[in-house]
């Protein structure tokens, strides 16, 4: 009887070996499957806060570059509102006491995003340098490609009044950039 007792303890021994190293197995590969699934968890959570960052930044640099595209556009003319950039020379004479007159205004077929324009200045020979001066420094990026500056005297004021009145013309013909 004792050997029986024996084997049946050394059979539920072994039995209980068995269910103890399955279980260990099972919840061994269990625990394996959750760390899988939580590391591509976690993959797949840093891709998409990846993606949040760059459209972010993507974001700030798309504003950035309008506002600096919006600061560079004040130095182009727009070649399809030309009449803008007359209307602007010469309310700019005006503003210089000057009488400021558009000649000629062409888009140059030989030079890209250029338009040739011709102005002439008439006032006196300071307020019509200083004319000058300001359209140089002005926004818009332009060349001067010739200048003529001639005084005009009349015998008479323009009240007919005799006597010896001068003023200042200069003809100008000058390439701003268009865009």
Partial sequence: MQKNHTTFILILSILSVIICVGSFVFFLRVIRNKNQHSSNI????????????????????????????????KHFVDSAHINKYVDYLEEFGLNNKTELAVKNVEISPSVPNTIKVTISVRGTFEDVVQTLAMLEKDDYIISIVSMYLNKDIAPTDSNGIPGVTSSWQADISFNVLSS
């Fill in 42 to 73: 976690l993959s797949v959570l840093e891709n998409k806060m990846a993606e949040k960052d760059n459209a972010t930044i993507l974001n700030k640099k798309l504003n950035e570059v309008q506002s600096v595209s919006g600061i560079i556009d």
